[in-house]
């Protein structure tokens, strides 16, 4: 391609043409690519703007919701504190009126006292006076009289007691009056001091209150100016988005441009080979006559033309008759594939790669074949060996466990170790079947235990885990097992799960679990 716009090709040339070229097009793409680079950085910075104000809102607005709920959480505690001021006042008021009235009580008390003092005396007097009288009296003493002088004694005496008691508890009254007194002084000191903090810590919340309504007002100025930068960034973000999907409306149709200037050149390209093409085609026609006609008759094809030109008796119409023949004949052969060498090659390379891979696969098989038999030799022999072991030691455990009984394994294929099974046959004392689904409960549980025992003595392990398997077993049974137990444990260590008492019995260390409450 020249400067001019003029493509150059081999064997054609295009001038320029009434559309815009690509290199114009990629240079428009270029550039509007750049401008939604800028806008797109652009819209980024204003997003980023946007979410900083939207936080910095967020933020005020949870201190102006704060500032608001402790404003309220102080006017309640200033009620709360106002209603026990009332309170206290009045039970102030209530204990000031008892006292004075236990005072009162307290004062006509100790009147009675001594107005029964009073008579105490007179009644002490009047007894001395009798007693000098009988004295005096050389006659035999009245007994009325004498009554007398003492009921009215007795009479003195309990109204002592009366007021000695009324003293004692006007005494007691006064002394409890003077008690709850120093109580309601010191609580009236309290309340003071306690006013003089409710005054301190509400002039405190006044500040506070202060504080907050002017966070508040600053919030509120905030949120203006944020809800009025938002409202900005929203109109340019919208602005720059009309300009991004401009600006995309424009790459578009250039790439359109481009596509379609693609497709017309891509067309150009295709007519221009397919020239090509035609013109080598009809070369090689020419080249394989003229090797025809030099192989065929001998002679070159400058003597042919030299030499044998038509004369003026030519029958054009014979020779043109001629001509469809050969046409159709040489149609028949079909038509000169120029790639076929080219095919030739590719399809030889293909078929020599893939006898390769065959070869491979076919030498991959062999190994596989023969890791898969050494694999199954390993597993025929481990197995067989290990059934020997397990053969021979499962009767004599079993006998352990049953003492007189019998039992053996058997192999349900002996003839292919790689797929047998393994049945078992037990004979409990006393008992004639051999089917394990016919034993009960607890001799299936034995059973397995003597099989997995043979399994751990014919392949000994440092250590064992069983978790209840005794649970099934009555006492005699679990003594055996037991007894079982203690053989292993000479050359491997047990770690038994039980609530079973025997077996915690020959255990070396016991470990309790137990569950917190409330756990499920």
């Known amino acids: 391609m020249t400067k001019n716009g003029v493509l150059v090709g081999e064997g054609w040339v295009a001038a320029g043409t009434g559309q815009t070229s690509t290199v114009e097009v990629s240079a428009r793409i270029e550039v509007a690519k750049a401008e939604l680079a800028e806008a797109q950085q652009l819209l980024d910075e204003l997003a980023g703007t946007l979410e900083g104000a939207t936080v910095a809102a967020d933020e005020a607005r949870v201190s102006a919701a704060s500032a608001k709920a402790a404003l309220r959480e102080h006017d309640t505690e200033v009620e709360s504190w106002r209603r026990d001021r009332t309170r206290l006042v009045k039970q102030a008021e209530a204990n000031t009126t008892e006292h004075e009235r236990a005072a009162a009580r307290a004062t006509e008390a100790d009147a009675r006292l001594a107005q029964r003092r009073a008579e105490l005396e007179e009644t002490r007097d009047r007894l001395t006076r009798v007693d000098t009288d009988v004295a005096a009296s050389p006659e035999e003493p009245s007994t009325e009289q004498r009554d007398q002088a003492r009921s009215a004694l007795n009479h003195a005496k309990s109204l002592e007691m009366e007021a000695t008691l009324a003293s004692r508890t006007a005494q007691q009254r006064a002394e409890a009056e003077a008690g709850k007194g120093d109580a309601l002084r010191r609580q009236a000191e309290q309340e003071r001091l306690a006013k003089a903090r409710h005054e301190a810590a509400v002039a405190r919340r006044r500040a506070e209150g ?84 030099t192989s065929s008759l001998g002679i070159a094809v400058s003597d042919l033309l030299a030499g044998y030109t038509p004369g003026e008796d030519f029958d054009r119409e014979a020779e043109q008759a001629r001509l469809k023949q050969a046409e159709k004949d040489l149609r028949a052969l079909g038509k000169v594939n120029p790639l076929a060498l080219e095919e030739f090659k590719a399809l030889e390379e293909r078929y020599t790669f893939l006898s390769t891979q065959l070869d491979d696969v076919i030498q991959a098989r062999k190994d596989l074949t023969g890791v898969i038999e050494d694999v199954d030799a390993q597993i025929l022999q481990l197995f067989t060996d290990a059934w020997a072991d397990v053969e021979a030691e499962f009767p004599r455990v079993f006998q352990t466990l049953f003492p007189g009984g019998e039992a053996r394994l058997l192999l349900t294929e002996p003839d292919d170790m790689l797929a047998t099974g393994i049945e078992i046959e037990a004979r409990p004392p006393g008992k004639r079947v051999k089917r394990l689904s016919l034993l009960s409960g607890g001799e299936k549980s034995l059973t397995a235990l003597a099989f997995l025992v043979a399994i751990f003595r014919a392949r000994p392990s440092p250590f064992y885990v069983l978790d209840e398997v005794e649970a099934a077993l009555d006492d005699v049974n679990l003594r055996r097992l037991i007894a079982l137990l203690e053989e292993l444990r000479q050359d491997s260590q047990l770690i038994v799960i039980t609530h079973q008492k025997p077996t915690m019995d020959v255990a070396n260390v016991l470990y309790g679990v137990t569950m917190r409450g409330g756990t499920g």
């Open 210 to 293: 202060e504080l907050a309504r002017a966070v508040e007002k600053h919030a509120r100025d905030l949120a203006a100016r944020i809800d009025d930068a938002l409202a900005r960034a929203t109109a340019q973000r919208d602005d720059l988005n009309a300009q991004v999907n401009s600006l995309q409306s424009k790459v578009q149709q250039a790439r359109q441009q481009v596509n379609a200037t693609r497709q017309q050149l891509a067309r150009l390209t295709d007519s221009a080979h397919q020239s090509d093409i035609a013109r080598s085609q009809a070369q090689v026609r020419i080249d394989e006559a003229e090797a025809n006609i």
